[in-house]
């Protein structure tokens, strides 16, 4: 019994031992080649704010995002970078880089952004940035640049936000954009340089998406008349580069710093300024209306035969043949952009951009799309149908009128309306003398009978009116009392003049 005890417990302390040193190998290990002081996890490298001088020798191959900044860096080595295929953001921002040098981004072609805002780089080199070939934003703004090579950002063909504020900027190419390609950019932050030539006529070329994002305000710009009057209506347009920053946008009255003025504050510098100088700068963009449903096609109308054609649609999608990536949009072989079926997505600015040795420099053309629902079309009116009616109801109506005469016994109701023959029955069937009498003067009565000064009452029945004594030559005048009934001719007084009465017996009653 002993010995199975015994044996019980070394089993158990067997056990334990093994747990314990099974537990020992699961406890985590430093990162591979994560250096001192630095924070690896995954795929993200953490060295900022350790007060560094130079990049750390050995660096993870696995690290995508490599924060370097807030350190005292003074250069980067060429092939630096070699290590890290997988980089897609790399900060470098508040450091003390004074240059960047040729190769210093070798081996860096999968990098999205590059941050090197707040260093001391004064210029930038024809080569300092190769190998960026995918880069989307490069920010380069708080430093001291003064100079920008012509084609300092040729390689960087899918740039789209680019910012250079507060630099020490002199001049900036808009016509080539420093070899930087304009169908992806959308964004360029020149503010808070020292920017003082601005060439109006290649601002006033850029397309519509880049003249949104173009910052140039807190530059000393010149109070020109062309230029006053193409910000303007870029800020009656909305554009956000301009609205957004209004009060910033300044310029120089008399050339010396003191005399700088507001563009939309103090228009009286611009009063003598004529709007024709501004009329032709722009093309203005073309307005289309199409329902949804129908088909569409656009033109890339240019000055000359372009060598390459693109369209920017209202998504910010470059538009290359064959088409949109939803199949929706097509680019035909000539350049232009057909919409099989329109739809509510498709409503916006279509930008198109030509290139082309024949071409003075890169010119767009821009179209406004604006997309509504059919209207349901009201039943057309026909004519036919209605003449027909018409006539039907005409020839109704006549047949009615030669053959359905009213009952005689209606046809005296003089004053009453004739609906039914039961209605007349009251009236005897032979008038009486004095009826006809009355009928007679009201047709021979020369007044008539609707007169206001002679209307009757109901109950007060005239024959005639007793004219003057003169003119009556003797003859007899029929007066009627104004109570005299209708029904009871009994009260009749015939009433002769003053002269002779013997001319009324041998004339006859005269009614006049």
């Given at each position: 019994m002993a010995r199975l005890v015994l044996q019980g417990t070394l089993l158990c302390l067997?056990?334990?031992?093994?747990?314990?040193?099974?537990?020992?190998?699961?406890?985590?290990?430093?990162?591979?080649?994560?250096?001192q002081k630095c924070v690896c996890a995954a795929d993200l490298l953490d060295c900022a704010g350790l007060g560094l001088r130079e990049v750390p020798g050995t660096l993870p191959a696995a690290a995508a995002h490599l924060d370097l900044s807030?350190?005292?860096l003074q250069r980067l080595t060429p092939g630096w970078l070699a290590p890290l295929s997988r980089l897609r953001t790399l900060h470098l921002n508040h450091n003390e880089l004074e240059a960047l040098g040729r190769g210093v981004f070798t081996n860096a072609s999968s990098l999205r952004l590059l941050d090197l805002s707040s260093n001391a780089l004064r210029?930038?080199?024809?080569?300092?940035?190769?190998?960026?070939?995918?880069?989307?934003?490069?920010?380069?703004?708080?430093?001291?640049?003064?100079?920008?090579?012509?084609?300092?950002?040729?390689?960087?063909?899918?740039?789209?936000?680019?910012?250079?504020?507060?630099?020490?900027?002199?001049?900036?190419?808009?016509?080539?954009?420093?070899?930087?390609?304009?169908?992806?950019?959308?964004?360029?932050?020149?503010?808070?340089?020292?920017?003082?030539?601005?060439?109006?006529?290649?601002?006033?070329?850029?397309?519509?998406?880049?003249?949104?994002?173009?910052?140039?305000?807190?530059?000393?710009?010149?109070?020109?008349?062309?230029?006053?009057?193409?910000?303007?209506?870029?800020?009656?347009?909305?554009?956000?580069?301009?609205?957004?920053?209004?009060?910033?946008?300044?310029?120089?009255?008399?050339?010396?710093?003191?005399?700088?003025v507001r563009?939309?504050?103090h228009s009286r510098v611009f009063e003598n300024c004529s709007v024709a100088l501004a009329q032709d700068l722009e093309r203005p963009e073309e307005q289309l209306h199409v329902q949804v449903g129908r088909s569409l096609r656009l033109h890339c109308n240019t000055s000359a035969p372009a060598l390459h054609v693109a369209w920017v649609s209202?998504?910010?999608?470059?538009?290359?043949?064959?088409?949109?990536?939803?199949?929706?949009?097509?680019?035909?072989?000539?350049?232009?952009?057909?919409?099989?079926?329109?739809?509510?997505?498709?409503?916006?600015?279509?930008?198109?951009?030509?290139?082309?040795?024949?071409?003075?420099?890169?010119?767009t053309h821009?179209?406004?799309?604006?997309?509504?629902?059919?209207?349901?079309?009201?039943?057309?009116?026909?004519?036919?149908?209605?003449?027909?009616?018409?006539?039907?109801?005409?020839?109704?109506?006549?047949l009615l009128y030669l053959f359905a005469p009213p009952c005689p016994g209606c046809r005296r109701c003089y004053h009453r309306t004739c609906r039914c023959c039961r209605r007349c029955r009251r009236w005897p069937q032979t008038p009486s003398p004095l009826q006809e009498l009355s009928a007679q003067s009201s047709v021979l009565s020369t007044t008539p009978p609707d007169a206001p000064s002679r209307k009757a009452s109901v109950h007060k029945h005239v024959v005639f009116l007793e004219p003057g004594r003169r003119g009556l030559n003797g003859r007899v005048q029929l007066a009627v009392a104004e109570d005299f009934d209708l029904y009871n001719p009994s009260g009749?007084?015939?009433?002769?003049?003053?002269?002779?009465?013997?001319?009324?017996?041998?004339?006859?009653?005269v009614m006049t």
């Open positions: 067997l056990r334990v031992g093994l747990g314990t040193q099974d537990s020992d190998s699961l406890l985590p290990h430093a990162p591979h080649n994560c250096p807030h350190n005292a210029a930038l080199g024809r080569h300092d940035l190769d190998g960026l070939g995918a880069l989307e934003t490069l920010r380069l703004f708080n430093n001291h640049l003064a100079h920008l090579d012509e084609r300092a950002f040729h390689h960087l063909g899918t740039l789209s936000h680019l910012y250079l504020g507060c630099n020490e900027l002199l001049f900036f190419s808009f016509n080539h954009l420093h070899g930087l390609g304009s169908a992806h950019l959308r964004v360029l932050d020149l503010s808070s340089n020292r920017i003082r030539r601005t060439p109006v006529p290649d601002l006033a070329a850029l397309p519509a998406f880049l003249k949104n994002g173009l910052y140039l305000h807190n530059n000393p710009l010149p109070c020109d008349c062309r230029l006053y009057h193409l910000l303007r209506r870029w800020h009656q347009r909305g554009l956000s580069a301009v609205s957004d920053f209004a009060r910033e946008y300044t310029c120089l009255a008399f050339k010396v710093p003191t005399s700088r563009f939309f504050a209202p998504q910010h999608e470059l538009l290359v043949a064959p088409g949109s990536r939803n199949g929706s949009i097509a680019v035909l072989a000539d350049g232009s952009l057909t919409i099989g079926s329109v739809q509510p997505w498709h409503e916006g600015v279509f930008v198109c951009l030509a290139t082309g040795p024949r071409l003075h420099h890169n010119q821009e179209y406004n799309v604006s997309v509504s629902f059919p209207h349901p079309e009201p039943d057309a009116f026909n004519t036919g149908f209605t003449t027909l009616l018409g006539c039907a109801v005409g020839l109704m109506l006549v009749l007084r015939l009433k002769a003049g003053s002269e002779s009465t013997s001319s009324t017996a041998s004339e006859g009653l």
